[in-house]
């Protein structure tokens, strides 16, 4: 697929990957109508990269929450501000911490597993045999793992900040002793729906969630078909996937806020 | 070199391919390759390793277009047609890769029902009688709930046969069906290549080495070399036809007319001998 | 076909979790929990300075959330901010002569209405008023009350544009807001270093609705909670004539320097009163 990249600079070669990319994101589209066809698999996909998703993200929350409290509480002690504790680990969640922190974790363990098995599909032929069975690959292999990315993303990050409220009132009202009442008040006074759960948490994740799985299917899908280059375009996947997700989080947040 | 190729169906011949060549990275993978392979029998093509056996067999399922010639399929010419064409037409075609090529998500039974479910919207009950119908015929029908990575390569072989077959293809493309099989396993594919022949009428391509194996089961041979077809005939005769390239090939010579240094430069140059020094 | 069925109920259930996390942070953890609530009632109270309070700021009755502030209105030509307060139908039966203050949690916090209950037999109507108000203390206003230092003054003024000189604006800017009552009225328009006077003039572009504003007003350079951005306040006189355009307010209070404050109490020593408590109501124009 990319036999011409040769040793180019640094810059070409990123450049040329991203152009790749954008490519390619214009043929999954074109091939999206055609994988409704195969609508159980997108289900089944999303299986795989949501739900099994699912433990790491719960857990990966409920400390980030906890530890963000921890930390806050100290902090605002200092200035006698410990009631503004819940906001702020609800603000700091929705905004910034419960969309990158899922996407990290998301390209982590959906993402990889995505390159893997689409790059060794291609190595042993599975992709090749669904062309000649006249099944679309990227309408029955690609499009459907890229919708279920898509769609799961939104999802993981809601369930990540709901248990990053909850390790944040864990430690901060049931062990450090800030007010029930308090922690909640504050919280629902500050928080805005757009602003805050719509904005951050929703269309962050989205984004997030399509470009995570764009670059996985990419990767996979024009990883040579050998074990060092399934191996490679795996690693190149997260690699990729942070720095898009990092990068792209500043953008949309001067755009959003 | 191109002959006037009538654009309906031939009756004797299914695929037609005249003047084919094609580049592969600086490389003349095919030279005006002319070759026929008639309906109905099994046709074998031989030839040295990196002769692009394989490559031809991708040409015949469009999943690679030459820089010019015709590749004809039951009269339709497969580089000029449209992605919806294309795979109508290789829903025809069934093939049977080197390594099996079995969807490891699946069991063996969804394997062999793959096809269907992605094609048609039969009713369960057709679907399992048909997949339990070619299992049986590949004698695998006990193995229906095996995990793909439980089955021996001579059985992934049948099983991805299995596959190849269960729309009842007119054309059967086999893509070194031979490799890596003891003797039992080979026997047995052998006799599957030729079942399915006989009985059903489909017409098969076999890529294949063993000159053994193909005398048992091919009609026809056709033995290619740089980009040509170097010899073609009988398998029982055709190595005594005389050329340097049967003799070389079907005689196991080291050296002949595909060489045995791979192209390179000046030895003496390489090795740091300046020819010109005294 | 039976497996790819269990993956199908696996994922639905996956969705029906995301949303219902989604769900939970929109309704429990934002502001959508304080505009849910049941049946309310609508109390008027009148302050003579909101501060920073609030839309949709919480209403509490011994630090318990009972409603929230439902609009904050300064009816043109009068001095006072018309706040309405949605209370929860549970908590229908406050006494008339309840108390409505605003208060800061903590030093930096929100604002909010804090009710008192008085002891009176009746009980304020859906519609009603609470009389009694305790407004926003500005914290110059509280310590310079503390200080006694609290200087006020009256004045005249105009329709569209007045002018009032300050001897300090301390970091006051040009587009800074202009509040009566704490709510704001008008902006900054220029501000200018008198040539003849020594001190600053500025130019307070002030709406048109807001034209009846008594002539005896003055102008004070506030700051919004202890490291806020300042503003200008107008404390309305009493005066039957109006400030019209052109017209300049004579008699103004300037900004305080924190420094000097705190510089004064350190030398002073600490009158008895607590200045975090202030509570008094502040008549406008006090001396």
């Known amino acids: 697929m990319n036999a011409q990249v040769g040793r180019d600079n640094i810059v070409t070669q990123s450049l040329g990957q991203i152009g790749d990319c954008g490519l390619f994101l214009l043929r999954i589209l074109a091939a999206v109508p055609r994988s409704m066809r195969h609508a159980l698999e997108t289900v089944r996909q999303l299986w795989f990269v949501g739900a099994m998703s699912l433990t790491i993200i719960m857990v990966c929350g409920l400390f980030v929450g906890m530890v963000l409290s921890l930390q806050l509480y100290h902090v605002l002690s200092i200035f006698g501000g410990t009631a503004a504790t819940g906001t702020v680990v609800a603000i700091a969640i929705y905004r910034e911490l419960g969309p990158v922190v899922t996407a990290l974790l998301f390209a982590g363990r959906a993402g990889t597993s995505i390159t893997a098995e689409i790059g060794l599909m291609r190595a042993t032929d599975q992709i090749a045999a669904m062309e000649l069975m006249a099944v679309d690959p990227l309408a029955y292999v690609v499009a459907p793992r890229f919708l279920a990315g898509l769609i799961a993303m939104p999802l993981l990050c809601c369930v990540f900040c709901a248990m990053g409220i909850f390790g944040g009132h864990l430690v901060g009202v049931t062990w450090l002793g800030i007010d029930n009442g308090t922690f909640w008040s504050n919280m629902t006074a500050t928080v805005d729906v757009w602003q805050d759960i719509v904005n951050g948490v929703i269309w962050k994740s989205l984004a997030f969630g399509a470009v995570v799985s764009l670059i996985a299917v990419f990767q996979g899908f024009t990883a040579p078909p050998t074990s060092e280059g399934v191996a490679y375009a795996t690693t190149r996947t997260v690699v990729a996937s942070s720095i898009a997700i990092l990068a792209l989080d500043f953008v949309l947040t001067a755009f959003l806020m | ?278 | 076909m039976s497996q790819r069925k269990s993956y199908a109920v696996g994922t639905g259930l996956f969705i029906v979790l995301g949303f219902a996390a989604l769900a939970y942070l929109a309704t429990q953890t934002s502001s959508v929990a304080n505009r849910h609530q049941g049946d309310s009632y609508t109390v008027d109270a009148q302050f003579t300075n909101v501060g920073q309070l609030k839309e949709r700021a919480p209403v509490k009755v011994a630090g318990v959330r009972i409603g929230q502030v439902q609009s904050i209105e300064l009816e043109p030509g009068k001095p006072v901010a018309d706040v309405k307060l949605s209370i929860d139908k549970r908590y229908a039966s406050i006494p008339a002569d309840s108390v409505a203050s605003i208060f800061t949690s903590g030093l930096l916090g929100d604002q909010y209405v804090g009710i008192e209950y008085g002891h009176a037999k009746t009980f304020v109507a859906a519609g009603g008023k609470l009389a009694l108000t305790h407004s926003s203390q500005p914290l110059e206003a509280m310590i310079g009350k503390f200080f006694g230092a609290g200087g006020v003054n009256d004045n005249i003024g105009g329709t569209y544009q007045v002018t009032a000189n300050f001897t300090n604006i301390g970091t006051l800017s040009v587009g800074a807001p202009v509040k009566m009552a704490g709510v704001v009225i008008g902006q900054v328009a220029a501000i200018q270093a008198d040539p003849v006077k020594l001190d600053a003039k500025v130019t307070l572009a002030i709406d048109d609705t807001f034209n009846k504003i008594p002539d005896d007003s003055s102008a004070a350079v506030f700051t919004s909670g202890l490291i806020g951005s300042q503003y200008v306040a107008i404390q309305p006189g009493g005066s039957p004539d109006n400030l019209k355009n052109g017209e300049e307010m004579i008699l103004t209070q300037s900004a305080m320097q924190l420094e000097d404050l705190i510089g004064k109490f350190l030398v002073n020593g600490s009158p008895g009163d607590k200045p975090g408590s202030g509570s008094s109501s502040t008549p406008a124009g006090k001396h």
């Open chain 2, 1 to 278: 070199m191109t002959m006037p190729v009538p654009n309906t169906p031939d009756e004797q011949t299914l695929v037609r391919i005249r003047g084919l060549t094609t580049v592969l990275s600086g490389k003349k993978v095919f030279d005006g390759l002319d070759l026929d392979i008639p309906r109905g029998k099994v046709t074998a093509i031989m030839g040295p390793s990196g002769t692009g056996k394989t490559t031809l067999l991708k040409h015949i399922t469009g999943q690679m277009r030459g820089d010019a010639g015709e590749v004809r399929v039951d009269g339709r010419n497969v580089p000029e047609l449209g992605r919806e064409q294309l795979y109508a037409l290789r829903e025809r075609i069934g093939y049977l890769f080197q390594n099996s090529a079995l969807l490891t998500d699946f069991d063996v039974f969804e394997n062999v029902a793959f096809p269907l479910r992605q094609h048609t919207r039969l009713p369960e009950v057709l679907i399992r009688n048909i997949v339990l119908t070619k299992l049986q015929a590949v004698g695998l029908r006990g193995a229906a709930a095996l995990e793909p990575s439980e089955l021996s390569g001579g059985m992934a072989r049948r099983v991805a046969l299995a596959r190849a077959i269960v729309f009842d293809p007119m054309l059967i493309l086999y893509d070194e069906p031979f490799v890596g099989l003891d003797p039992i396993a080979l026997n047995q594919v052998l006799k599957l290549i030729r079942t399915l022949n006989q009985t059903l009428g489909i017409t098969s391509v076999l890529v294949a080495h063993e000159l053994e194996a193909i005398k048992q089961v091919a009609d026809h041979v056709y033995l290619i070399a740089n980009g040509k077809v170097v010899a073609q005939g009988d398998p029982k005769t055709i190595a005594d036809d005389g050329s340097p390239w049967t003799r070389q090939f079907f005689g196991g010579e080291a050296d002949g007319p595909v060489p045995f240094q791979y192209p390179a430069g000046d030895y003496a140059e390489a090795l740091g001998f300046s020819r010109s020094s005294p």
